[in-house]
């Protein structure tokens, strides 16, 4: 079945430091990628999205490229803030599964001033 | 269109009563789907619907859990006779059918705690 993995947290930077959230994933088909974010006390909110392979979503500062020959989808920012403070999440949805997500563990980020 | 609302957002209750949450997805997605979260793992499949429809149960959905959808609209997840494992945060999340490609929009969740 579908699986992903995503780097262990908790994760603690500088502000304006580099950010980069390992994941990696299985999968039977070709599905398509995502990253959630959770905001403490709050529910899952889409950040970015791709695809295909080689495609890059990006939102807020957030980029990540869909490697299809590595089966991986990494999450990097140039410069954190404070605000960016969250739980990420790695996920992946299959047409052929009615769009069901698989999602990982989850990653904590803590950008300290 | 104020997104996918759930309802309560907390609830306490005793081992043993039963206990159930409301989701109220975008009007204009047909799709709706439920997932469990515990602490420090992520959203876990439990049962989605189309319109209407509950097409796919998941192995976690015990007997004591039940999901309804009426007209399509809201939908309600009822958890009977609760033990203290039913501990967990249950998110919403509707789409439309290209929810595959474009990602879903989850609800702020409903916390329960059973003591």
């Known amino acids: 079945g579908d699986s992903v993995t995503q780097m262990e947290g908790p994760v603690t930077l500088s502000e304006e430091a580099f950010l980069t959230i390992n994941c990696t994933y299985t999968a039977t088909g070709y599905p398509s990628l995502f990253w959630y974010v959770q905001y403490p006390g709050e529910g899952l909110q889409l950040l970015l999205k791709?695809?295909?392979?080689?495609d890059k979503g990006s939102n807020k500062g957030f980029e990540a490229t869909y490697r299809k020959e590595t089966t991986s989808f990494h999450l990097e920012k140039g410069s954190v803030q404070v605000s960016d403070s969250a739980v990420y999440f790695c996920?992946?949805?299959?047409?052929?599964?009615?769009?069901?997500?698989?999602f990982g563990d989850g990653t904590t980020l803590t950008v300290k001033p | 269109d104020t997104g996918v609302s759930q309802d309560p957002r907390h609830k306490i209750t005793k081992r043993g009563q039963n206990v159930t949450f409301r989701c109220d997805p975008i009007?204009?997605?047909?799709?709706l789907y439920w997932y469990r979260q515990t602490l420090g793992q992520g959203p876990e499949f439990l049962t989605y619907?189309?319109?209407?429809?509950?097409?796919?149960k998941s192995r976690l959905l015990s007997d004591r859990f039940s999901a309804e959808r009426p007209k399509g609209s809201f939908s309600t997840l009822e958890i009977q006779r609760t033990e203290q494992g039913d501990s967990a945060m249950y998110l919403c999340?509707?789409?439309?059918?290209?929810?595959?490609?474009?990602?879903?929009?989850f609800g702020s969740g409903t916390r329960l705690t059973v003591v």
């Open positions: 009007s204009e997605h047909n799709r």
């Open positions: 996920a992946l949805s299959e047409r052929a599964n009615a769009g069901k997500s698989t």
């Open positions: 791709a695809t295909k392979a080689d």
């Open positions: 619907f189309q319109n209407e429809a509950q097409l796919e």
């Open positions: 999340a509707s789409s439309t059918e290209q929810g595959a490609d474009y990602g879903y929009t």
